[in-house]
């Protein structure tokens, strides 16, 4: 009983976080605590603070506001940065590129950096003229107003989790099943790490996150709000940059209804009804989607703050006209502001769909808006790296 409970706990134990001599994914007063046997002064951990989060410092003999000698003890402790980094890079024709990012456990994690046009238009959507381009250049923002000359725009993609737990059919990173969960650390440190390579700086740059990469977010809640306020906190990125997705995780949503900052909400719909969504999504069997609108009726929405319905369109399964019909309904009865982004759906290596016809899905968007329901196609990007929604699995050969 004795062995079998100890092998329990190492096996609890085993996918857990890097040990805790990372600095990188802490701040105030996690950093004082951590450092506490150096009885460290308030603008020593400020200086830390610049050195790891707008610096971007990998080693702490970088720190160069610090004394050589406080450098040299912090790092003779054992204590590290930890940022963690790039160690595969695959560039799409259309300028994507899809990163594999190491911790310190060398696990790696997929992190893509989709760089936008000038025309106006967020990049991630289809054609440029008559799509909701304020709301995605962040209209309740006021730095959007800002001379956009010279700035680099982009949009990262980042992960929550290695692998996913959560069963959906169509989707690549399922097949992996969850790994691990991410820490706070790693999932702002992708952000970081990608920002260092191209030298974008969120205070002079235009850059979003979306939570859209490997895994649930709300399935690794405590982490990933961690990592939203390290971003928005000293990594300056504002929340209103910042879109998070999930599957439907009621008491997930729940808790986000609670957080006074906070990214977007996007909702993976995917489906017309209860019965298409069980089949492809099972996690509808736990929470319908009722329930999913009624707890994100919760969300206190900021103004002109809309609510995303993610729906991949799966050719001859949800991408029927009447299926359109059903979706509009479902999001006059959701009574709160919102849109829909359809995402045709990307291929991938044993998963059982088929693309839909390109005449489906403009006549999907079309019979939504017909309907007064502002829908939007999704530009899939990176498809030929296994960087579009839905693809990452850990490719090191990107097939
Ligand atoms: N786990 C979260 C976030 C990551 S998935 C969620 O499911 O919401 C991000 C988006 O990619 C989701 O809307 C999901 O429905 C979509 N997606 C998954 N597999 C896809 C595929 N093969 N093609 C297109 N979109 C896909
Ligand atoms: Fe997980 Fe999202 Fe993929 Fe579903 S679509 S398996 S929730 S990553």
């Known amino acids: 009983m004795t062995t079998g409970g100890r092998q329990l706990t190492s096996i609890l134990d085993a996918p857990g976080a890097p040990p805790d001599c990372d600095l990188f994914g802490l701040w105030n007063e996690e950093l004082s605590e951590r450092l506490s046997d150096f009885g460290l002064l308030k603008y020593r951990i400020r200086q830390l603070e610049t050195a790891l989060y707008r610096q971007k410092v990998s080693d702490i003999r ?6 050589k000698e406080l450098r040299e003890q912090v790092a003779a402790a054992g204590f590290r940065v930890g940022l963690p980094e790039i160690v595969e890079t695959f560039r799409s024709v259309d300028g994507t590129e899809r990163y594999l990012i190491a911790g310190q456990d060398g696990q790696t994690v997929e992190t893509v950096w989709m760089p936008e046009g000038d025309g106006g238009d967020n990049g991630d959507f289809q054609g440029s003229g008559d799509q909701d ?21 982009a949009t990262i993609c980042v992960s929550s989790q290695i692998g996913c737990a959560v069963h959906c059919q169509f989707c690549l990173t399922a097949k992996l099943g969850i790994i691990r ?31 859209m990469g490997m895994g649930e977010p709300f399935l690794n809640y405590d982490a990933f709000m961690a990592a939203v306020r390290l971003l928005a906190g000293p990594m300056e990125i504002p929340e ?9 995780i009621v008491p997930g949503i729940l808790r986000f209804a609670q957080e006074k900052v906070r990214p977007k ?19 509808t069997r736990k929470w319908s989607i009722a ?26 399964v949800n991408d029927r006209p009447e299926h359109a019909d059903e979706v509009v309904k479902l999001v006059r009865r959701a009574q709160f502001p919102a849109k829909v982004n359809l995402i045709a759906w990307n291929p991938g290596p044993g998963v059982p769909f088929t693309m839909p016809d390109a005449g ?40």
């Open 62 to 67: 970088q720190v160069t506001t610090w004394p």
């Open 133 to 153: 381009a304020g709301d995605e250049d962040g209209a309740y923002d006021s730095d959007a107003v800002v001379s956009k000359k010279n700035r680099t725009r």
């Open 181 to 211: 969960n991410l820490t706070a650390g790693e999932i702002a440190g992708q952000v970081a790490a990608v920002l260092k390579k191209h030298e974008a700086e969120p205070g002079r740059d235009r850059i979003n996150l979306v939570f």
């Open 240 to 248: 209103s940059r910042m879109t998070v997705s999930t599957s439907g």
């Open 265 to 283: 909400l996007a909702i993976s719909l995917n489906a017309p009804n209860d019965a298409v969504r069980e089949a492809i999504m099972p996690v």
């Open 291 to 316: 329930e999913v609108i009624d707890a994100v009726r919760q969300v206190p929405l900021r103004q002109r703050e809309r609510v995303t319905f993610e729906y991949v369109l799966l050719g001859g």
């Open 360 to 399: 489906d899905v403009a006549r999907f968007q079309a019979r939504l808006r017909e309907q007064r329901v502002p829908a939007f196609v999704r530009r899939p990007r990176g498809r030929d790296i296994y960087a579009a929604c839905g693809q990452l699995k850990k490719t090191g050969s990107g097939r």
